[in-house]
């Protein structure tokens, strides 16, 4: 139970890393989109 929970883990906590490695590049991309979309609106 114990290894089976452990080897579940590890993708699960690999996924968050490289899900908080990315936030800044996701929230980055929306803004500089934002910014286009109002650019282009005036």
């Known amino acids: 139970m114990s290894i089976n929970f452990?080897?579940?883990d590890i993708?699960?906590?690999f996924?968050?890393?490289s899900?908080?490695?990315f936030l800044p590049i996701?929230?980055?991309f929306i803004v500089?989109?934002?910014f286009i979309d109002e650019?282009?609106?005036?």
């Open 15 to 17: 996924a968050a890393k």
């Open 11 to 13: 993708p699960l906590l």
């Open 6 to 8: 452990t080897k579940r």
């Open 26 to 28: 996701i929230y980055y």
């Open 39 to 42: 650019a282009f609106k005036n």
């Open 32 to 34: 500089f989109f934002f």
């Open 19 to 21: 899900f908080m490695k």
